[in-house]
């Protein structure tokens, strides 16, 4: 089990990691997600060693490793470069660790052995890295984390050099090797379908600081603010500006530009009004034809993709996205009237916190 | 070429022909002094313009080794030339890395200034350069004479003097190569992911287990290609063991060469050519062998 409790880093005055805490249980698969730039890399480099931690605990196994140097943690890393030595074979680079321990040949090349066994490499143990694929590179720079028997593999951005047929395939095979190894494992990335796919656990990096960690599925239908609701699930969730108003104690008013205007009950008249925002996603919007909808818009963008179709409505700058369930014959230019699920609408505070989630609106 | 050819098949044969003719008459132009050495020094009688030998001889190389110090003159040579190509690949080597993982403020004015060094006529700068080698040299060789006796320190100093000693020579050949060389190497590194060693200090390599399993053989393309431009540059330095030189015992090729020249009575030419040509070979033998290197280094480095 390895644990961040309120882990900070500086590059001089600019703080990059802003008091991050985190836990990933043993043989759990945890992606940090974020965008470019949010800090995944620099958190991983510090849970590796390859960074200082400037403030907090970084405890792996209940023992604190923060000034434990690299080789020491227990941890292996498969770089997004995959870092394979050019002047050296297959079988060197995956036995380079134990090489290094002076570990006998005979010991080496059994361990070798069985570490190909597993990534289908035993073929291929007498190549240069250069001769190989690049699915394949990436399982040697696997092998030679695992050859280490380590208690946490770290992956940064891994599957980023390959194209977007083997990515699918590496991700299937990424998931095999875990259940396989019962490794614990911590994936970065930026791209939240491969933590959707296969995290057991995911946390969402913004600028720093976790927005949110936890099942995938429970961010995905319960985030808890703006940030992870926009960020996880693809088309992204709408974001609509609503006026927040109390006409009566006991409802809850919420009316948009653009004519929407529901009625809620208040619940504990905790709900400041105002300015809020209201997160819909693309499939919890109903295209109804016959003017009954909650509100109206103009269609902008019509993709027609045979089992569902996507509508841009509303201002061409910022559009509504709609998923309709088959093939619409709607034009850009058209008026559609749409209904609001309200079971599956999120209500954000003007900072974007969560103040209302679905089922309780 | 291929795709030349294949996109217009029609046309292809004229311009590959008038590509190879020009190429032709560059390496034949090339080509021809290296030639011409060969055959004088090969000649029995040769003269100042190039003939057919009419008698086919060795006696020109035979001559250059035993009836002058040619064999003294080609270990001076090598082993000056050597020592000071070992120190700029060391030098450069560690150095490169340096200033290509620095972030320091001064890299970029560190690198222009050193240009300098090479951009500078190096006769503008002998006199000063002769003047501080000779301050230290007697320095040195009064400290020598302290410690050992007035024989013995005379040929120590041969070895370390910076004026008319091995050491001088070194050091200031290596000095005049250094700048590029650095420049090659931190171009070298800079092309190199650090994850390559940050992967081996996560597998527990010690600092010099970096150095000598991951970073050598990693930069060893960038240090051919170093080590070749610093020797070949060295190599035909004239003006340096000129000035820095005196001893007979010491004296380089180039030396050699001129003084064989100068002599009072007639011109020899074909031992002039025999001296030539084997001042030529090693820079060619060096160029041979880093070719391969070469190529590597300057079509993109090392692709993981
Ligand atoms: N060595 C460094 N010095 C200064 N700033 C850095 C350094 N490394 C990273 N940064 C900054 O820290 C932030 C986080 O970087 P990084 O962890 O690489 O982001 P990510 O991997 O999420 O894209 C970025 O703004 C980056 O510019
Ligand atoms: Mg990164």
């Known amino acids: 089990m390895i644990n961040l409790r309120n882990v900070r880093k500086f590059y001089g005055a600019l703080e990059v990691i802003k008091g991050v805490d985190i836990t990933v249980e043993d043989g759990e698969f945890a992606v940090f997600v974020g965008p470019s730039g949010c800090g995944k890399s620099t958190l991983l480099r510090m849970i590796a060693g390859l960074e200082g931690i400037d403030d907090g605990d970084l405890i792996l196994n209940g023992k604190r490793i923060n000034d434990v140097p690299p080789d020491k943690r227990g941890i292996a890393m498969v770089f997004q470069s995959y870092a394979l030595y050019p002047h050296m074979t297959v079988a060197e680079n995956i036995g380079f660790s134990l090489s290094l321990k002076k570990v006998p040949i005979a010991e080496i090349n059994r361990q070798v052995g069985e570490v190909a066994e597993i990534l289908q490499l035993t073929d291929y143990l007498d190549r240069r890295p250069a001769a190989l694929s690049g699915g394949q590179r990436q399982r040697v720079a696997i092998g030679r984390a695992i050859i280490k028997k380590p208690s946490l593999i770290l992956f940064d951005e891994p599957l980023s050099n390959l194209d977007s047929a083997l990515r699918v395939q590496m991700r299937a095979e990424l998931q095999r090797l875990h259940r396989e190894l019962k490794a614990t494992v911590v994936y970065v990335t930026h791209d939240q379908v491969e933590a959707m796919t296969m995290a057991d656990r995911i946390v969402v990096l913004n600028k720093g600081i976790v927005a949110q960690s936890g099942h995938p599925m429970d961010l995905y239908h319960s985030p808890d603010n703006e940030f992870v609701a926009t960020f996880i699930g693809s088309p992204k969730m709408n974001i609509l500006p609503v006026m927040l108003s109390r006409p009566e104690a006991g409802k809850l008013r919420l009316e948009n530009a653009m004519g ?42 019509v993709e027609r993709l045979g089992v569902e179709t996507y509508l841009a409505v509303g201002s061409p700058k910022d559009p509504i996205v709609v998923r309709a369930e088959g093939d619409l014959s709607i034009r850009p230019g058209d008026r559609v009237s749409l209904t609001v699920d309200l079971s599956a609408c999120h209500l954000f505070d003007s900072n974007g916190r969560v103040i209302r989630r679905p089922q309780t609106l | 070429m291929t795709d030349f ?28 002094p290296f030639f011409w050495v060969l055959l004088a020094s090969l000649d ?8 057919w030998p009419r008698e086919w001889t060795l006696n020109n190389y035979v001559r250059v080794f035993a009836e002058e110090d040619g064999a003294r003159w080609v270990f001076n040579s090598l082993f000056v030339v050597g020592s000071a190509t070992l120190l700029v690949m060391v030098l450069a080597g560690l150095g490169g890395y340096a200033l290509s993982r620095t972030r320091a403020w001064w890299k970029q004015p560190f690198l222009y200034a050193i240009l300098l060094i090479r951009v500078l006529p190096p006769t503008a700068l002998v006199v000063p350069l002769y003047k501080i080698l000779l301050t230290l040299n007697n320095i040195e060789g009064n400290l020598v004479r302290i410690f050992f006796g007035g024989d013995t320190a005379r040929a120590i100093m041969r070895w370390i003097g910076f004026i008319d000693g091995y050491l001088g020579l070194i050091l200031v050949l290596a000095t005049m190569q250094l700048p590029l060389a650095l420049w090659i190497m931190k171009t070298f590194f800079d092309g190199l992911p650090r994850d390559y060693e940050e992967a081996a200090v996560m597998d527990g390599a010690t600092m010099l287990q970096r150095i000598r399993r991951v970073l050598i053989p990693l930069a060893l393309p960038g240090l051919a290609a170093a080590g070749l431009f610093a020797f070949i540059s060295a190599w035909g330095d004239f003006l340096l063991p000129l000035i820095l030189l005196s001893s007979p015992e010491l004296q380089t090729l180039p030396l050699g060469l001129f003084r064989a020249f100068l002599r009072v009575n007639t011109i020899d030419y074909g031992f002039l050519a025999a001296l030539a040509f084997i001042y030529l070979m090693p820079a060619v033998i060096a160029f041979g062998f880093a070719r391969r290197f070469l190529v590597q280094t300057f079509s993109g480095g090392v692709k993981g």
């Open chain 1, 260 to 301: 929407l205007s529901i009625s809620l009950a208040d619940g504990d008249a905790s709900v400041a009004t105002g300015e809020a925002k209201l997160g819909i996603r693309p499939e919890h919007l109903k295209v109804s034809q016959d003017g009954q909808g909650d509100f109206s818009a103009e269609v902008v963008i």
């Open chain 2, 5 to 32: 050819v294949l996109a217009r098949p029609g046309k292809s044969r004229r311009p590959d022909l008038l590509a190879y003719a020009a190429l032709s008459l560059i390496s034949a132009f090339c080509a021809v």
């Open chain 2, 44 to 51: 029995g009688n040769a003269q100042l313009f190039l003939s």
